[in-house]
């Protein structure tokens, strides 16, 4: 994740001719486009399982709380593999 960047989430929610429901886990990150003007808009990605995002993959779930918990669980990935990064290096010297 970039630093100043919010990531966002969202479920969407597509309801069928049918009546079936389905929730689908999403995450947004921001996007700078720029041409002759610059935009900032959010890019919309499908949450496949805890460590994955995909544009053209879509995992979706009966029931609203299955999709909040694979969010969740999103999340905590996320912030483990963060922890996992270079905070900053030292170096010592020896004679």
Same mark, same amino acid.
Not at 20 to 41: E, R
Not at 70 to 86: A, D, P
């Given at each position: 994740?970039?630093?100043?960047?919010?990531?966002?989430?969202?479920?969407?929610?597509?309801?069928?001719?049918?009546?079936?429901?389905?929730?689908?886990?999403?995450?947004? +990150? #921001? &996007?700078?486009?720029?041409?002759? %003007?610059?935009?900032?808009?959010?890019?919309?990605?499908? !949450?496949?399982?805890?460590? =994955? +995002? #995909? &544009?053209?993959?879509?995992?979706? %779930?009966?029931?609203?709380?299955?999709?909040?918990?694979? !969010?969740?669980?999103?999340? =905590?990935?996320?912030?483990?593999?963060?922890?996992?990064?270079?905070?900053?290096?030292?170096?010592?010297?020896?004679?």
């Amino acid at each position: 994740m970039k630093i100043g960047m919010k990531t966002i989430y969202r479920i969407k929610v597509e309801e069928r001719i049918n009546g079936d429901v389905l929730y689908i886990p999403q995450v947004g +990150h #921001s &996007k700078l486009t720029t041409s002759v %003007y610059c935009y900032l808009f959010t890019e919309w990605y499908n !949450i496949t399982d805890e460590r =994955n +995002h #995909s &544009k053209s993959l879509k995992v979706s %779930y009966r029931f609203e709380n299955a999709a909040r918990q694979l !969010i969740e669980n999103y999340k =905590n990935q996320l912030s483990i593999e963060e922890g996992k990064e270079v905070k900053s290096v030292r170096y010592i010297d020896i004679d």
